[in-house]
């Protein structure tokens, strides 16, 4: 076994390689901007140190920020330098306008995220290292969250419109219980297989594809804390997992207008109409490669498009917001009514949107302005990255929080997917990602209660 140092040393020459490899590669070889190349190397540095992070916890922050470079660097600069730029939803700004923006804002992000970490960044691999003795006597409780996660999905559809969000919530408990179990010395992979087994057919069944995603990546974290991973297997891993998500991104808007037009088509009418695209991908790798496919991936991972629009339509057109939505969104998600009587009702992308870049949005669009675009539409450029860098604080300092907690209850640390699952992506405004992380907190806090002082059930 390598000690500590060595480790570290290691970690550190595969950064430094990797990183001097892709430099020179796209210095000599491609057409990439300064600006460009830095972006690019900034976020292989982010990859790098979410795939070495693997098996030594559940760095939440390194996900957020690794989603955010793919969505507000990557995506753009692909789509200024693939010649891909649709006329709606391509970028609306020059190059080094986006980028200079985007760039820092998304480093300072991401120092922000680090900031509080400062100190606790060890915790959990200590916490971690006896897991299994701490998950003994809660083989009981998992049960029981996965069965109050099942109980929560059939009675969803059933209850009224104002417990929805509460229920959605509760769905998610199914996942936490199979953290328990699987590193549990039972490790009951049946119930495993079983859980995300239905995480597949409801995501089939709508043609929603986030959770399944969001979840099986937070899987392999539990998985490689469970089983010591060889950085060859994460990396093959890694180019699995993107092939995968690429051929997903290929077929998923033609399967969206069969499965949410054809009523005729059951739950397993729709699998077998999603596996046969997926087969039909496999055997024709050369439609992966097509330039309508390529348009629709890099449209569907470019989120600076929004920012862009931001920017072309704020002072112009709208005034900056000066940070109206910003304390809106601390306000609405923070205070109580009665000591806000006057607090709006939490915004969401249809009002952030019309508000920031003048698009109305049809019903059923969902679309938002993320973070990046909020800070400029408040407090413009250089606001914009200093706002980014004191949100990051903010996130992170719920998570130092959980770390410092789990010294005590160790299990709280499986509970870090359950409250960040909406924060982590990289679309979301601030109100919609606060009032996610804020009613998780709550509804974790009332599971510990309820099951410890009145089920008597530890977990």
């Not at 000690?3 to 001097?20: G, M, R």
């Not at 003994?136 to 069965?147: D, M, P, Q, T, V």
């Not at 229920?167 to 039972?186: A, H, V």
């Amino acid at each position: 076994m390598l000690n500590i140092a060595e480790q570290a040393s290691n970690k550190f020459i595969y950064q430094v390689t990797s990183i001097i490899l892709v430099a020179v590669l796209l210095l000599a070889f491609s057409s990439l901007s300064i600006l460009a190349v830095a972006g690019a190397l900034f976020s292989i540095y982010i990859l790098n140190c979410l795939i070495l992070s693997f098996g030594e916890g559940i760095p939440i922050n390194l996900v957020i920020i690794f989603l955010a470079c793919l969505q507000w660097v990557i995506g753009p600069i692909l789509s200024y330098y693939t010649g891909i730029n649709h006329p709606f939803y391509g970028m609306q700004v020059p190059e080094e306008a986006y980028l200079s923006f985007a760039i820092p804002g998304v480093v300072l992000f991401h120092l922000g995220l680090l900031l509080p970490l400062t100190g606790v960044g060890h915790i959990p691999k200590i916490v971690l290292n006896d897991i299994s003795a701490e998950l003994a006597n809660k083989e009981k409780g998992a049960y029981y969250l996965i069965g109050t996660g099942f109980f929560a999905s059939f009675f969803m559809p059933l209850a009224p419109p104002s417990l929805f969000f509460f229920l959605y919530l509760l769905t998610q408990l199914k996942f936490i219980g199979c953290f328990y179990l699987y590193l549990n010395e039972s490790r009951n992979n049946t119930v495993l297989y079983i859980v995300f087994g239905t995480l597949v057919l409801d995501a089939l069944a709508n043609a929603l594809f986030h959770d399944l995603l969001l979840w099986t990546f937070f899987f392999l974290f539990i998985y490689c804390i469970k089983n010591k991973v060889t950085l060859t297997r994460k990396l093959v891993t890694l180019g699995v997992g993107f092939l995968m998500i690429f051929m997903l991104q290929s077929v998923k808007y033609q399967y969206r207008n069969i499965a949410w037009t054809d009523t005729s088509l059951d739950a397993y009418g729709k699998a077998e109409v999603f596996f046969s695209m997926i087969s039909e991908r496999v055997w024709s790798p050369e439609k992966l490669l097509d330039s309508q496919t390529n348009e629709l991936a890099i449209t569907r991972l470019n989120q600076g498009w929004i920012i862009t629009r931001v920017m072309n339509y704020v002072p112009h057109i709208r005034p900056f917001a000066d940070g109206e939505t910003v304390s809106s969104a601390f306000s609405s998600t923070l205070l109580p009514r009665f000591l806000a009587p006057d607090k709006a009702v939490v915004a969401g992308g249809r009002e952030k949107m019309e508000r920031f870049t003048g698009i109305v949005l049809q019903h059923g669009t969902s679309m938002n302005i993320s973070l990046l675009g909020e800070g400029y539409g408040n407090y413009g450029k250089s606001g914009g990255i200093i706002f980014m860098f004191f949100i990051g604080i903010a996130f992170s300092l719920i998570l130092r929080f959980l770390l410092v907690k789990s010294i005590v209850h160790p299990t709280v640390i499986f509970w870090i997917p359950f409250l960040y699952l909406q924060v982590v992506k990289a679309e979301t405004d601030l109100a919609t990602t606060l009032n996610y992380l804020v009613k998780a907190t709550m509804v974790m806090v009332i599971i510990f209660y309820a099951f410890r002082k009145i089920l008597k059930v530890e977990i």
